[in-house]
Nanobody
């Protein structure tokens, strides 16, 4: 099992920036991909970005392309989500997740086995 701990959420004005961090511990050798998801009140959990731990492939949802960037630091077992030009519609609880799926870069929550506790991001207008 992989344990995930997110940090970096908070309150920011529209147009501002935040950087989320996710530190993985435990059986990290079984992880093939890491993802960031978000869930706003009354909405389903949705993919924001994902990165392949093995080959560095990246995925960013259309809604965040050009504004958010996922990156990884293998030596620190850490994945980051740099969020720029934040909008009120980015307000949500952001979750880090780890997947053991081989050969693909998963974008659906059901393909991720381990989840962090979530960190709140609130963007004021």
């Amino acid at each position: 099992q992989v344990q995930l701990a997110e940090s970096g959420g908070g309150l920011v004005q529209a147009g501002g920036s935040l950087r989320l961090s996710c530190v993985a511990s435990g059986r990290t050798f079984s992880t093939y991909a890491m993802g960031w998801f978000r869930q706003a009140p009354g909405k389903e959990r949705e993919i924001v970005a994902a990165v392949s731990i093995r080959d560095g492939r990246l995925y960013h949802a259309d809604s965040v392309k050009g504004r958010f960037t996922i990156s990884r630091d293998a030596a620190k077992n850490t994945v980051y989500l740099q969020m720029n030009s934040l909008k009120p519609e980015d307000t949500a609880v952001y979750y880090c997740a780890a997947s053991t799926q081989i050969g693909i870069l998963p974008t659906t929550p059901s393909l991720y086995r381990s989840w962090g506790q979530g960190t709140q991001v609130t963007v004021s207008s």
